[in-house]
């Protein structure tokens, strides 16, 4: 299995400020995705991390709001832009291993 | 990719008696996996199934897949107030995107 460990579990953020979520695998995925899920909902995919290229947008998410890094096959990075209080989430991140889709306990961010 | 559709959307049983969940999906799969989510946490991989199998175990947890009727089922056995989670699938179809989408999910409440 892969052991996924995002940073910060939670933080409580201003109106119109940016919060970087870092995602560290412990092993080396081919996939890793973004999910958000807010408060009484399923989840929602953001994006497909791409290694050393654009990240790949489901629809209703844009780069501008949402930039993502991945510069190896054991890191990521997703920004939350410009937050407001509609962007009070859990953000997820997730990588496929081994066929299996692994998930860090996640990032709640609460926009004040 | 595709979404797996869980019914039912909540269950509410005691402590020591079983609980079976169920999943369809619309399209050919090859494999199909169930996620649990304690409230607020990230995703935990429960048990993946592939589409040659027709059952599978792991403790107590029992899995079936129907490629003929496009369905699946988790079944629980001698719940614990622990199980109290919520319980999604996700059919998984290779060719396409690695990406996972989710359901709104079983959410399963064990009394003790």
């Known amino acids: 299995s892969a052991v996924i460990s995002q940073k910060p579990s939670r933080d409580i953020c201003q109106r119109g400020t940016s919060l970087t979520i870092q995602c560290q695998v412990d092993s080396q995925v081919t996939m890793m995705f973004w999910y958000r899920q807010q408060p009484g909902q399923s989840l929602t995919l953001i994006a497909t991390?791409?290694?050393?290229?654009?990240?790949?947008?489901e629809s209703g998410f844009v780069i501008d709001k949402f930039p993502i890094s991945r510069p190896n096959l054991t890191f990521s990075t997703l920004t939350v832009s410009n937050m407001s209080p509609e962007d009070s989430s859990i953000y997820l991140c997730?990588?496929?291993?081994?066929?299996?889709?692994?998930f860090g306990e996640g990032s709640r961010l609460t926009v004040l | 990719s595709q979404q797996g559709e869980e019914d039912p959307q909540a269950l509410s049983i005691q402590e020591g008696e079983n609980a079976t969940m169920n999943c369809s999906y619309k399209t050919s799969i090859n494999n199909l996996q169930w996620y649990r989510q304690n409230s607020g946490r990230g995703l935990v991989h429960l048990i993946l199934i592939r589409s040659n199998e027709r059952e599978k175990h792991s403790g107590r947890l029992r899995v079936t897949l129907d490629t003929s009727k496009k369905s699946s089922s988790l079944l629980i056995t001698a719940s614990r107030a622990a199980d109290t989670a919520s319980y999604f699938c996700?059919?998984?179809?290779?060719?396409?995107?690695?990406?996972?989408?989710f359901g709104k999910g079983t959410k399963l409440t064990v009394n003790p």
């Open positions: 996700a059919p998984f179809s290779q060719g396409g995107s690695e990406k996972l989408v």
């Open positions: 991390a791409n290694q050393g290229s654009e990240a790949t947008y």
């Open positions: 997730s990588g496929r291993y081994t066929g299996e889709l692994f």
